[in-house]
């Protein structure tokens, strides 16, 4: 049972479809680029934590052509530890508004598809709200690229919920925490999703072929 000021499982208002069984949709513009890319700068930057999330087969092409992940930095934003006494919440920080000259160093995750949105929504925490932010990139012809994303932040009325002397470092929990955060927390939730434990339908078996097996920040509601 985690501990803490609140549920690392979130209760968050569900992501609605768009008239297709596993779609999510974010609001009127259903579907728009940007909600399908993500920004991150927490556990997420770790690829084994995704692929332990999203339940992706390391050793298949399961990721070919799909979720594509590269370093971004956003804008006006600071990255705090949160202020827990609960070890695995502990490695969980959140951002929270710090000015324009404060950046967040992160990844941009592009082409999520929509179960993979559910999960993650699913699996951050309660009070984090989802907004729109810009994410610099490297366009890949040696300048930079400017690209609408989802990112979760923390409210500013809920500031207090984060430690301001305590900048989180992805480097320090990859040395120390990747391992374990990933047996004690992301394969327990993982298999309560794929339980139906989190008030949302599991996702349906793949179905085989009778002939060959298949292998600026504007919130957002």
Known sequence: MVKGAFALYSARAPLQGDGSEDAPSYGPRSYATFQRNLFVFDVLMAEEILDALLAVNTGSTARAGLRQSKPATVHGYGRFCLRTEDPWLAQLPGALPAGPRVRIDGHLIERLQPRELEVIDLFMPKPFERLVVTAITENGFGGKEEIEALMYVCPQEM???????????????????????????????????????????????????????????????
């Not at 927390?185 to 793949?206: C, M, Q």
């Open 159 to 221: 500031q207090n919920m984060l430690d301001t002397d305590r900048p989180w470092m992805y480097s320090e929990f990859r040395a120390k925490h990747l391992k374990a955060f990933i047996e004690q927390v992301i394969k327990p939730f993982r298999k309560r999703y794929d339980d139906g434990e989190l008030g949302v339908a599991p996702p349906s078996p793949t179905k085989e072929s009778p002939t060959k097996s298949k292998t600026g920040s504007t919130p957002v509601h």
